[in-house]
């Protein structure tokens, strides 16, 4: 069953950063995209950055220069290390796995392509909250 575990939250001044964890079991790590959201009070939950079974990146634009998400597949662990952080990130952040959505094949091996839509993943952990204050 696949399971996963964000850590790393908290609460941080206006230009800190954050590195939140995602722990990952269940699955191989090559077999499912991976992503964080991030989702405010009363709001959808949106896409902030991904990478697909090809090793791809993608990032929202609201973020990009400022997220990296990164994993270390020999620890079954996602990172998304957050720097200048703005009060406007405050949220609660959630990783996610999933195999829905945008694929390509080449020679016998299907590739998933990252995804910031959250209709493209299955797996959800608990969530981990940011607050960015003054």
């Known amino acids: 069953q696949v399971q996963l575990v964000e850590s790393g939250g908290g609460s941080v001044q206006p230009g800190g950063s954050l590195r939140l964890s995602c722990a990952t079991s269940g699955y191989t790590y090559n077999d499912y995209r991976v992503g964080w959201f991030r989702q405010y009070p009363g709001k959808e939950r949106e896409g902030v950055a991904s990478i697909g079974t090809d090793d791809s990146t993608d990032y929202a634009d609201s973020v990009k220069d400022r997220f990296t998400i990164s994993q270390d597949n020999s620890k079954n662990t996602l990172y998304l290390q957050i720097n200048g952080l703005k009060p406007e990130d405050t949220a609660m952040y959630y990783c996610?796995?999933?195999?829905?959505?945008?694929?390509?094949?080449?020679?016998?091996?299907?590739?998933?392509?990252?995804?910031?839509?959250?209709?493209?993943?299955?797996?959800w952990g608990q969530g981990t909250q940011v607050t960015v204050s003054s």
């Open positions: 996610a796995a999933g195999r829905r959505g945008k694929h390509f094949t080449y020679g016998e091996r299907l590739y998933l392509l990252p995804s910031l839509s959250p209709d493209d993943f299955q797996f």
